[in-house]
């Protein structure tokens, strides 16, 4: 792909100074760029570099006042280096949008319906009746299980396993090595103190513009579906547990855990290696802090915890601090009981 | 497969009423179900549909009284929803079952031997001389190391990774993304600062009747082998470090982790994240509470242990809420030193 | 491979007693092996099988009586179990270092790159201007994206994911499922609750000599790079953040979390379940105990913390014990609270 420094200025709402028709393919540092190439100039630190560049194209800081002539195509902007970041994420994106087609070898059921303008990668695995909507992305070595939906737009990174039955909607970001509809932990106690396993016959349902990192693990419904509901976002090697329900725009970062049958309003930031035990519900907009351990339904939505077990968040901080005072709180305590006994035993003299 | 109402009384012992050789090949809601389907009435709610579905056969409960005439073909049961759930479980293990031979591509080593009825999912590999036993599933992209043994009925989903020389027994079930022996984390440390690696060239045995998780991790023995006793079940992302043994019937919760050398018993319970330190032993029965970080040995069976550090869980709970109540006792005992520091005063004024 | 009784001597620092020139091909139990085996006996229990057994050669402790004449070549070391076991280890290493070629299917871009003495195993994917050194080893399922630059002697197991632009060094082993360069976790608020993701467009750089264990997850930085530096050693389930930086020889145990952007220095050991919060940086040696929660920066070289909230190992030692008294201490409270009463009643009397 070839763009021009005025497609570029569109692009970033910069303004071109020179040759607008000069054009470039890729990308460089601008101190060993070379013809054809785009680099920028953010750091006042390398401006002799702008002078010396090959460059075809070059982004700089609007207010950047020029020592020498330049070469270079210039196109300024307030921050040359946000401008520099926007457009190689702008250029990432089309290149994912520009992968289309299948690598060989992929298996791909006969039963499956697949959407225009899908990339399969080398070593996909498409299951039957599996229905793939159009510009869906699914990198190499992913794994989709029979009669699975995955709607528009949405890309599955590589080694992904997502099981039967399980359905994604559109526009939804799934990171390597996840793993959506694995058996929920279910297993019946037996009189021999073995396990039985009860069957999970249900499915995950991940809802549009949901994100989730990578070798994260979503566990299907007993019965009926876990959910993750529009625009949540999961961290990396995060767990949901089976029938759990995730409210819209909730964020849960990594190494979380939550609970089977557990619903999560909408809304809701839980913290890093946080836990929440089974079957509560967690109002909208609530603060889990980092490592939390939550046993207990909270109600009063907004609301703010921490410590395991999690408790309201001031208190807790005002707790934290005293148990790390105990030392001196006893000393205090020792005092006391020495002052009380001497005034004991004066008042037997009496 | 089609089966007949009367087949299907058998396998969920109902009583037919109707056409006991109605025959059905599919399942379907009994709002939308076709001719050929079954499907079931559990919701007294719905049972209009009952009247108009034109499904061919539909599971009711027993004590529901009939207003109109139906032409489906009944199975009266004590509680319907339970009664197709479980039809549908042992519909999807029959289908399981029923998976058998290679989607191509596989690599299959020359030297492994591979028992009968045995389904190898497409891009999975197997190693040298790796053994696997009778009806086995190996989904797909998974990957069996060398000298790998698997014995009858085990499930393997997609992308497990299984190392060289472990040994797998029977009626397992390792769910997607699982890691077993790789390296146990094993490294002397150097005067320069540096570490070396210890070899770690045991195995992992796991016994019959496993369950493990999605994306779990059980590392080979330095010397020896990791151990996993039969009946273990074992949840989504749990750690299990070299040289440690897992008791039968032990259930780990989600996200736990258990250092290396330490001995679990049998018929304990780990919760979801909870850690347990390395060189320790765990007796039979210990129930080990959610987030719980245990750092020494329990040797009195049954003990249930809580906190980080853990310890006995009712003088745990005890602590807990009194630390929550610091800031009260604190006061107390600030109102105690106002009073003493009073009483002092008016005996020097005696 | 066959190696005679006076290569393996020298292998293992032994010396032989019988013929020099007896050969072997693999392994064996010592009352199992078979003629062209290497068998070793450690424990005098055993002692019968070595006048009785097929071996052709068999490693024994440097002080064994032997007390009838033995058909097999011996050979002599301080510690006959250590000697196998490191003979074991390297026979390995070997084994490793001749795995050579590609397993088909394997998918390699046309504009990728590869060295000498490579292993590519089935169904890994080499994306494009892929860089490949010497001798590097990958098992199979594993995804190498565009741009990834590997060094020499390197080893990936099976069913690794590397994200485009990831540059990993020389001597590393990353452990089977592990991911890195998947996205970091960065998301703007909106105005409506939902949130935007910021582009991720650094990279990861893992310097040489590093260990990175089974489904760990390593995120690629927002601007720059993700940096696990030369030597460290890092466990199963961990999770980096984007641009963590880990020091030199610094080692984290399983299931440890870094959040984003915090630095940690060299030789710093980070123990299991631990949890350090975003933006902070950790002094060079500290020790971090397992599942504690670091929330600030640590900037004394050197420091033990414990807890979560972290705070100094020692006094949080004392602190614990202290909380799991506090029953005690309330008791004591409560009757220094009747005592004060009581002397307060007397003195209204007097």
């Given at each position: 792909m070839q763009f021009s420094a005025s497609q570029i200025a569109l692009l970033i709402n910069g303004k071109v100074e020179g040759d607008a028709q000069a054009t470039v393919g890729s990308f460089g540092k601008i101190e060993e760029a070379k013809a054809g190439q785009l680099a920028f100039l953010a750091n006042p630190k390398y401006e002799d570099h702008l002078y010396t560049t090959s460059a075809s194209i070059v982004i700089i800081n609007e207010n950047l006042e020029l020592r020498q002539p330049v070469r270079a195509a210039l196109i300024r902007v307030p921050d040359a280096y946000t401008a520099f970041a926007t457009l190689l994420s702008k250029y990432q994106e089309l290149k994912t949008q520009q992968l289309v087609g299948r690598q060989e070898p992929v298996y791909v059921a006969d039963s499956a319906k697949i959407g225009d303008q899908v990339f399969l990668g080398a070593f996909v695995y498409i299951g039957e009746n599996v229905v793939i909507g159009n510009n869906v992305k699914i990198f190499p070595n992913s794994f989709i299980g029979n009669n699975v939906r995955i709607g528009d737009n949405t890309i599955i990174h590589a080694g992904v396993k997502i099981y039967h039955d399980c359905q994604l909607g559109k526009n939804i970001n799934v990171h390597a090595g996840t793993v959506i509809g694995s058996d929920g932990f279910g297993f019946a106690p037996q009189a021999d103190g073995s396990f039985k396993k009860v069957p999970q016959i249900g499915n995950v349902i991940v809802e549009d513009y949901v994100e989730i990192g990578a070798n994260a693990t979503i566990d299907r419904a007993t019965i009926g579906s876990t959910i993750i509901r529009s625009g949540a976002k999961l961290d990396n090697l995060i767990q949901v547990a089976h029938n759990v329900e995730v409210g819209n725009n909730t964020v849960i970062a990594a190494q979380a855990g939550v609970s089977g049958s557990t619903k999560i309003g909408n809304n809701v930031m839980i913290g890093g290696q946080a836990g929440i035990v089974g079957h509560i519900s967690i109002a909208d907009g609530t603060k889990i802090n980092a490592q939390s351990g939550v046993s207990?339904?909270?109600?009063?939505?907004n609301t703010a915890v921490t410590g395991s077990p999690a408790f309201d968040y001031t208190s807790a901080l005002r707790s934290q601090a005293l148990s790390r005072n105990l030392p001196d709180l006893e000393k205090r305590l020792k005092e006391l009981e020495q002052l009380v006994k001497q005034l004991l035993a004066e008042r037997v003299n009496l």
């Open positions: 207990k339904s909270i109600k009063q939505p």
